[in-house]
C-alpha cells in the first residue's frame, strides 16, 4: 500500500494530504526502524519517557524528537527529516564482487533525488553466509548515492551467500543485480524468514526451470503462508508444479488456500476436484472465488455449482449470494436474479453489499434508470468506500451521451438534496 501511494505522489506522513497508507502502515514501519536505528534499550527509554512528560497532553512530532534527545542524548532529526519531514522511499540497486578473502558488496541509490525525497542514510545490517550453516553480521552505513562495502570472508569456511539488509529492517525497494544462484541460496538457507521470502520475490522474473526443483523443495519445507503463497504465484501457470498446487488447495491454512484460488484465472481439470471442495470452505470469500472460477472453467457442470452455494449468503457485503446471483443470470438469463441484485443497490442496504451490487450489475451491462439512480445515490453517501466504487463506475460511463443527460436531468429534478446536487454538478463539469 505504501509504494502504490507513492505511484500517486511523494508527500511525507506529515503532509495534511497523505493519506491513510502513509499514516498508518508507513508510519508504523517508520517507527519500527526508529527502534531499529536507535536500539531496543534507547527506544524503550524514548518512549516511556515521552509518554510519562506527555500524559494528558497534546503533543506533535517534535515532542517526540526532543523526548528522545533528551532521554537518550541521541540526535534523530537527520532520521525524522528523511522519514517523515519529507517523501518518497529509497530505491537500492545491489551487486556484488566476489574475491578469493573478500566480498564487495555494492548499494546505489536509484530513486529520482529531489527536493523530497533525498539521499537516503541508514544503517544496514549484512549477514555473510558460510556453507557450514553459519554467518556473520555486519553492521554498514548508506550515506551516499553510490557505496561500496568490503567485507573479509572467513578463510576457514566456504562462502555461500549474503543477505543484504538481514531482517528487511529499511522500507525500500531493492533490486538485485546478483547471481540466481545466491538468490535461490538464500532462499533456502537464510535464517530470517523475512530474507528467504525477500530472495523468492527478487527471483520472480527467473525462468521456471532455473527455479522450479528448489522452490519445490522450499514450498514442502516452509510452514509460513506468505512463502508458500509466492512460489504457488510465480508457478501457476506450470504444468509440472500441479502437484503442490493442488496441496495449497488442499492445505489446513486457510489463508494459502485464498491466496492460491486468487491466483488461478482458469481451473486446469486437472485441479478440478481439488477446487470444487473448495464450495464447502469455512471461509466464505474461498467460497466465493472457487464458485465463480469454477463456473467460468467448467460451465457444463453451472447447475451443479449453483445448487450447492444456492442457500449461502456469505460475509460483509453478501459476498457469495452476489456472486450466485451473477452466475445464475448468466446460466439462465432469467430477470429475477437482476431485480434481486438492484434491490441492494438500494439505500436499504450496508455499503459494501451496495458496492458488491453495483460493480456486478456493470460488469453485467445493466442500463436501467433504477440501477443508475441507485448509483448517483451511492455517489453522493457519505461513506468513502461507496462513494468511489461509484465514482469508477460513473467515470466508465461518462462516453455514454444517454447516461450524462440522465445526471443532468436527476440534478434537475428532486431526488437529490441540495448539496448532493452540487457533488454530481462538480463531477459533470470535471469532465466536460
Not at 510519562?52 to 515532542?63: G, L, M, R, S
Not at 554498514?140 to 528487511?168: P, R
Not at 472465488?289 to 457442470?301: A, C, E, G, I, R
Request: aromatic share 12%; proline share 2%.
Amino acid at each position: 500500500k505504501v509504494f502504490d501511494a507513492a505511484k500517486i505522489n511523494n508527500n511525507p506522513i506529515m503532509h495534511s494530504q497523505a493519506g491513510t497508507e502513509r499514516w498508518y502502515p508507513k508510519g508504523s514501519l517508520v517507527i519500527g526502524m526508529l527502534r531499529y536505528v536507535m536500539g531496543d534499550d534507547n527506544f524503550r527509554r524514548a518512549i516511556k519517557y515521552y509518554l510519562e512528560k506527555n500524559a494528558n497532553q497534546v503533543v506533535e512530532t517534535y515532542d517526540l524528537l526532543k523526548a528522545i534527545r533528551e532521554s537518550t542524548g541521541l540526535s534523530m532529526d537527520w532520521f525524522f527529516e528523511q522519514w517523515i519531514y519529507r517523501g518518497g522511499e529509497p530505491e537500492f540497486l545491489i551487486s556484488n564482487k566476489i574475491s578469493k578473502d573478500s566480498i564487495s558488496i555494492f548499494v546505489d541509490q536509484k530513486q529520482i533525488i529531489d527536493n523530497v525525497r533525498p539521499v537516503y542514510k541508514m544503517p544496514v545490517d549484512i549477514h555473510i553466509y558460510y556453507k557450514d550453516g553459519t554467518y556473520d553480521s555486519t553492521r554498514v552505513w548508506i550515506k551516499d548515492t553510490n557505496n561500496c562495502f568490503s567485507i573479509k570472508l572467513n578463510q576457514g569456511k566456504e562462502f555461500n551467500f549474503f543477505v543484504f539488509d538481514a531482517n528487511q529492517n529499511i522500507l525500500k525497494k531493492t533490486e538485485y543485480k546478483i547471481s540466481t544462484e545466491l538468490l535461490l541460496n538464500q532462499a533456502q538457507y537464510a535464517i530470517n524468514l523475512i530474507d528467504r521470502y525477500e530472495a523468492i520475490k527478487a527471483l520472480k522474473l527467473e525462468s521456471i526451470e532455473t527455479k522450479r526443483n528448489i522452490y519445490h523443495k522450499i514450498f514442502e519445507k516452509e510452514n509460513f503462508h506468505l512463502i508458500k503463497s509466492e512460489i504457488i504465484n510465480q508457478l501457476i501457470n506450470d504444468k509440472q508444479s500441479l502437484n503442490i498446487i493442488q496441496k495449497a488447495l488442499e492445505s489446513d491454512c486457510g489463508q494459502l488456500r485464498l491466496n492460491t484460488i486468487s491466483t488461478l484465472e482458469q481451473i486446469p481439470s486437472e485441479l478440478k476436484k481439488s477446487t470444487e471442495k473448495l464450495l464447502k470452505d469455512k471461509y466464505y470469500n474461498i467460497i466465493e472465488l472457487s464458485l465463480d472460477k469454477l463456473f467460468k472453467s467448467f460451465p457444463q457442470k453451472a447447475d451443479s455449482y449453483l445448487e450447492i452455494t444456492e442457500n449461502l449468503m456469505g460475509w460483509r457485503g453478501k459476498n457469495i449470494r452476489i456472486t450466485w446471483l451473477k452466475n445464475s443470470y448468466l446460466n439462465k438469463n432469467n430477470i429475477k436474479y437482476i431485480k434481486e441484485l438492484m434491490d441492494y443497490t438500494s439505500e436499504s442496504y450496508d455499503f459494501e453489499t451496495r458496492i458488491n451490487s453495483l460493480k456486478v450489475l456493470n460488469e453485467l451491462k445493466i442500463e436501467t434508470e433504477e440501477f443508475n439512480k441507485n448509483l448517483i445515490k451511492a455517489f453522493t453517501y457519505w461513506n468513502f468506500k461507496l462513494r468511489d466504487a461509484a465514482k469508477e463506475i460513473i467515470n466508465s460511463k461518462m462516453s455514454n451521451e444517454k447516461f450524462v443527460k440522465f445526471m443532468e436531468n436527476i440534478v434537475a429534478g428532486d431526488l437529490l438534496k441540495e448539496q448532493e446536487k452540487i457533488k454530481v454538478k462538480n463531477l459533470l463539469n470535471s469532465k466536460k
